[in-house]
């Protein structure tokens, strides 16, 4: 793991994914201060991660050599002009919010433009993420190499146009929480049917996968995919959650769009 300290403004769930998935891979960095304005939040951090320093003052954290900016899109603006001046001139600063493009950082950030971005995937935690990332020309080959020997213990992390990232967003980054709950609702069933609940796991885990990797990897259309199994209990309801899928996102993805 690299061995330059690393800055969190924002002590909340993205942070606790970056260390879970650090700590998980066995690849935490030597020197982590995480800054927040919540006690609660920084006591719960120390408590599950004693070597992390925790602080209230943002500036602290800001000063680190590599900086992740995990703020909510709206408490990023305040972040980064408070920030600002407490950035080393050779930092790097990882954004992991969409709707702020990288010149609207700099902006906010009195010009600093030594910035990438990323939004990051909640599966990251057991090193099973797909975090996108996004460089400024600022960044040379070796600060490129820094930011991504950060997210490799995470996961994937793919370089992809600044352009996409927000719809990254709604699809990797948001997306479990629209499979999540029917995951656990089958697996409670499968449990209430008479499976172990190491059975069920095993069953969800191998389903899930091969499901998706069936639609993406089989050669057959989405129909004939559709098509293998001729019993589909709930396809009545198909028309109703595609209308959620078909209308929300699109709207919820040009609300995040800069």
Known sequence: ???????????????????SGWTHAQKLPARIVVADPSAEALAKLKEQYPAVETTSDLAAAAAQDVVFLATHPPALAEAAGRAAAALKPRAILVSLAPKFPMAKLSELLGGFARI?????????????????LVFSAALDAADRETVRALFAPLGESPEVAEAKIEAYAVFTAMGPTYLWFQ????????VSFGLTDAEADAGLKRMVCGASRTLVDSGLTPAEVMDLVPVKPLGEMEPQVLEFYRTRLPALFQKIKP
């Open 1 to 19: 793991m690299n061995t330059r300290s690393i800055g969190f403004i924002g002590g909340g769930r993205i942070a606790r994914i970056f260390l």
């Open 116 to 132: 990438a971005r990323s939004n990051p995937n909640a599966p990251s935690i057991i090193g099973a993420g797909m975090n996108p």
């Open 183 to 190: 995951m656990q609702a089958l697996r409670e069933l499968a």
